[in-house]
């Protein structure tokens, strides 16, 4: 146990761990392409949605490997550690609220999937509404929601590498050798097995995380006493900066608060499932039951999530104590390596390996997803639907395979060549973005009152006022040094745009979450458009769905029936 500082040499024994653990996956992901495989993985079904047969404990860990990610596992923690409660501590109730709204909606989504062969949520827009315009608006808002996403990932496996030593100044493909050596063998399992990859490999990642957790809050509780965790957290929140003379954070909700954290929580709740790699986790279940069994018991992440939040004030207490730092390798404070700095600290090194493998793997299970969610969105809903609408299935699991393979590097080139801030930042704004998609994915499953303009109109709508309210959010970029003596040198950097989630409600000075603010307007443009489209009898497009898809668990013969027919057909002509 040693507290971390600027330019420590590498810690053999914590990389020795982790490499270990990161062998154990690769190894697990290579295996998966034989893991319940199909007659042939040629398919989108097979390669994109695991064959669609995944069961209630596959599932559960699946969606947890990719809801609860390395990101999460460092930034939760890192918002508790910086500002408090309404940063940070929103995660909790908001994955708590999240499960009982997709128990209602997602089993109907899973049933008309399941029965019209549809692969995305986008497949569903563009045969409940007949409109390849708004399906290409939902798919590209997925695309570009989930490309920050899998950036972040890699922003959660820096915080490991530099905790270990690695990734300090020096020559800079040395630098960042690690991380591209691990996406390059992400992307080559994922290639090979698909989603079933990310399935297997959950399995490790989850029971990692709940190992390191419990033994966590267990030395919080007996070597420093919530009591002076809680007294050390609320003393750092509520002390005022003596140059600013305001408080870095809240230690909790206050009444000037409770609308943005109330709308914060909520609209993350809301927009949680709408991302594509929950949709991708939900899809691959075997049927609608395992949806609602796993809606029940996924809650047990979100006791994992509150456990994990409070290591961010377990770190406030270790800086006041003076045992540790949150100084990078480049001697820049950053609040992103607290959860790592603590482990690294208040374990030895062989635990504390563990607990960076853990955050490693989280990064690397949804990081595989996303980029399968996106390569199935790009592929069924840009490619076939624009460019060649002829595909055969192969053709298109071969476009899906290639796309997935851009969108991970795309990633990794986007946090080696930006300032990470510019990867956080998209991500709020893909938040922001994501949630424009319900007005036409949530009400579609129950009624086609809307017209499809009138969604495109509300959907546009809603993204550039939450993109242009988001980019207006300003706050002073203070970039934190340690000096020669080792104290804080704080430094002013002008002022940083999209400083907030959050912003005045048009015409009123409360402050609610920019995401739901632009889908109400989203949803009263739609309302509007819708009328006066519907008075003038415009064309609402075909609907392809019928009654009976929303409920049914049995699937007739579809176009997924035949996609199987015609992989078997050319497996068959392959070998002739």
Do not use: C
């Amino acid at each position: 146990m040693s507290a971390v500082a600027s330019g420590h040499p590498v810690n053999g024994v914590e990389l020795g761990v982790v490499l270990f653990f990161f062998v154990l996956v690769t190894v697990v992901g290579f295996i998966a392409a034989r893991w319940r495989r199909g007659q042939s993985m040629a398919s989108l079904d097979e390669w994109g949605l695991g064959g669609r047969g995944f069961g209630t404990a596959v599932s559960w860990f699946l969606l947890g490997g990719d809801l609860y990610t390395a990101y999460t596992f460092v930034a939760v923690p890192a918002a508790m550690f910086a500002t408090g409660a309404v940063a940070g501590f929103f995660a909790v109730p908001y994955t708590i609220v999240a499960y009982p709204i997709v128990f209602v909606f997602l089993p109907r989504l899973w049933s008309v999937a399941h029965r019209r062969g549809y692969v995305t949520p986008a497949d569903f827009v563009r045969g409940r509404f007949g409109s390849r315009t708004l399906a290409l608006a939902v798919a590209l808002t997925g695309i570009v929601a989930t490309m920050p996403y899998i950036a972040l990932q890699l922003v959660g496996i820096q915080a490991v590498f530099d905790t270990m030593g690695l990734g300090g100044s020096g020559n800079t493909i040395a630098k960042d050798l690690p991380l591209i050596i691990a996406f390059a063998v992400l992307a080559a399992y994922t290639y090979s097995s698909g989603l079933r990859a990310p399935a297997l490999i959950a399995f490790v990642k989850d029971t990692l995380i709940y190992i390191v957790i419990v033994v966590a809050v267990v030395y919080i509780g007996v070597k420093i006493g919530f009591g002076g965790m809680f007294d050390a957290a609320k003393q750092q929140l509520t002390t005022p900066d003596p140059k600013t003379h305001i408080p870095p954070g809240l230690f909790t909700t206050g009444p000037g608060s409770y609308w943005a954290y109330g709308t914060l929580a909520f609209g993350s709740a809301l927009a949680l499932f709408l991302y594509p790699h929950s949709m991708t986790a939900v899809l691959s279940s075997r049927t609608r039951g395992v949806i609602r069994r796993n809606t029940a018991i996924l809650p047990a992440y979100s006791l994992l999530l509150a456990l994990l939040a409070l290591l961010g004030f377990a770190a406030i207490y270790e800086v006041k104590q003076g045992n540790m730092t949150v100084y990078g390798q480049d001697g820049v404070s950053n609040g992103q390596l607290a959860v790592p700095h603590f482990f690294a600290f208040a374990f030895p090194s062989w635990f504390a390996g563990v607990a960076f493998a853990a955050i490693a793997i989280g990064a690397l299970v949804p990081a595989a997803i996303m980029s399968i969610a996106a390569a199935n969105l790009f592929t069924r809903n840009v490619y076939r639907e624009y460019f060649r609408r002829s595909a055969t299935p192969k053709h298109e699991t071969q476009v899906a395979k290639i796309v997935s393979l851009v969108v991970k590097f795309g990633a990794l080139l986007f946090v080696l060549g930006l300032d990470k801030q510019n990867a956080i930042n998209l991500q709020l704004l893909g938040g922001v973005w994501i949630l424009q998609t319900l007005t036409t994915i949530v009400p579609g499953l129950y009624t086609r009152w809307f017209h499809r303009w009138g969604l495109l109109a509300g959907w546009a709508t809603g993204m550039i006022y939450g993109t242009v309210q988001a980019y207006r959010q300003q706050i002073p970029n203070v970039v934190v040094t340690q000096g020669a003596d080792g104290k804080p040198v704080k430094a002013l950097h002008g002022m940083r745009h999209f400083g907030s989630s959050t912003a005045p409600f048009p015409f009123t000075d409360e402050k609610l979450y920019i995401g739901v603010t632009a889908l109400v307007l989203n949803v009263l443009v739609a309302v509007l458009v819708t009328l006066v489209l519907r008075a003038v009898r415009a064309p609402a497009g075909t609907d392809e769905t019928e009654p009976t898809d929303f409920y049914s668990d049995a699937a007739p013969v579809t176009r997924r029936d035949r996609d199987r027919a015609t992989v078997a057909a050319e497996g068959v002509a392959g070998r002739t």
